[in-house]
């Protein structure tokens, strides 16, 4: 049971916290947002780690890694996301977003030298064909001013800087770094870093904002940042990486949820095929080829069974 609540908070939070990025866009400054988001998250990573006591001195080259793991995982990769939700829905953004699935595979091949199942090709060709339907409409008009899209080029770039950040994240836990103190060490060098890049695109550190923006805001640190990410580690621990990483599969269908309820999303033919083909398509990367078959054996078996059964 706590397995399945903690499921649950990291899908529904996760899901969730495309929309509330919508809330941060427009009044404030994309870099000035985000160095208010990790700024509060490393105050309280850092205050989560005090209390806890936990060992936080490393090496030079651990902190270079830290740094790493600051720009690809707390920095640049959401600065990139944020630029692409400018043009694309919450939905539309997170769908893209659930490719990071695909491009951990190939990365921890070309890092860390894991093989990659043949399943795997099938499910990432299935899940590219799902995107090519989402944005067909776009790409039918191939044009680099098209904002859906220039979105839809940000969002993947700014999952696989992501992508390389999650690389390494396995590097530090290859090195015996627990990770709430990483992340504690991560989050603290993206408010730096953050704070050093609003001074030089000379952005303005301006509090003039809505209350809605304060209130995504906080839900972004404490539940989409601290929350989720310590949820979704306990995850690790209890049930495994594999059956973990199913979050990812689900969180795209709150996001459409709710952008479907709260941004006016508007479902055509493309968007049902393309996205159902993307969710097929992680499915089928995160599904050993032993459960796949032992389904199919047991469908078949499930149908012999009614056909046997006189009418």
Request: aromatic share 14%; glycine share 6%.
């Amino acid at each position: 049971m706590r397995s399945i609540a903690l499921y649950t908070l990291t899908v529904l939070i996760w899901g969730s916290t495309w929309l509330a990025i919508e809330f941060q866009l427009g009044d404030i400054a994309v870099e000035v947002s985000l160095f208010y988001r990790f700024s509060l998250a490393a105050i309280l990573m850092w205050i989560w780690v005090s209390v806890k006591k936990l060992p936080m001195n490393y090496s030079r080259r651990d902190h270079g890694f830290f740094v790493l793991l600051a720009l690809c995982n707390f920095g640049l990769n959401y600065l990139v996301l944020y630029w692409a939700q400018n043009y694309l829905t919450s939905a539309m953004a997170s769908i893209a977003f659930s490719m990071l699935l695909l491009m951990n595979i190939v990365n921890t091949r070309l890092f860390f030298g894991k093989p990659i199942a043949k399943r795997i090709y099938s499910g990432a060709l299935i899940g590219v064909v799902g995107i090519v339907s989402l944005f067909w409409p776009q790409l039918q008009q191939f044009d680099l001013s098209n904002g859906a899209l220039v979105g839809l080029l940000l969002a993947l770039t700014g999952t696989f800087v992501a992508s390389l950040g999650n690389m390494v994240s396995v590097r530090n836990s290859q090195q015996q770094i627990g990770v709430m103190q990483g992340n504690a060490w991560g989050m603290l060098y993206s408010a730096i870093g953050l704070l050093c890049y609003v001074f030089m695109a000379d952005a303005s550190l301006s509090f003039s904002a809505p209350a809605s923006y304060w209130y995504s805001l906080v839900y972004l640190a404490v539940f989409g940042t601290v929350i989720a990410f310590a949820c979704y580690f306990a995850l690790l621990k209890n049930i495994g990486p594999e059956r973990a990483s199913y979050v990812i599969v689900l969180f795209p269908l709150v996001a459409v949820i709710l952008s479907t309820l709260f941004e006016g999303f508007i479902w055509q033919a493309n968007t049902f095929i393309g996205f159902s083909l993307v969710l097929v398509g992680n499915a089928i990367v995160l599904t050993p080829t032993k459960r796949i078959k032992a389904f199919i054996e047991l469908h078949k078996a499930s149908l012999a069974n009614k056909r046997s059964i006189p009418s």
